[in-house]
């Protein structure tokens, strides 16, 4: 349970993480990753995770 609330709080909090702007209304300002590394390392640790824990009942 607590890294459910560990993702949603990375997740909310990658909202945040914006390259710096240059002038007003450049268009070339984006998001630096848009939390798609988060994303990936969470379901990562999710699916090794799940491994551990069915090698350990003997499913694998």
């Given at each position: 349970?607590?890294?459910?609330?560990?993702?949603?709080?990375?997740?909310?909090?990658?909202?945040?993480?914006?390259?710096?702007?240059g002038?007003?209304?450049?268009?070339?300002?984006?998001?630096?990753?848009?939390?798609?590394?988060?994303?990936?390392?969470?379901?990562?640790?999710?699916?090794?995770?799940?491994?551990?824990?069915?090698?350990?009942?003997?499913k694998?």
């Amino acid at each position: 349970m607590k890294s459910i609330y560990t993702l949603l709080t990375l997740l909310a909090l990658s909202s945040f993480a914006r390259a710096q702007p240059g002038q007003p209304g450049d268009p070339n300002t984006a998001p630096l990753d848009g939390g798609i590394s988060i994303l990936l390392a969470s379901g990562a640790a999710l699916g090794a995770a799940k491994y551990r824990q069915m090698k350990k009942e003997g499913k694998v």
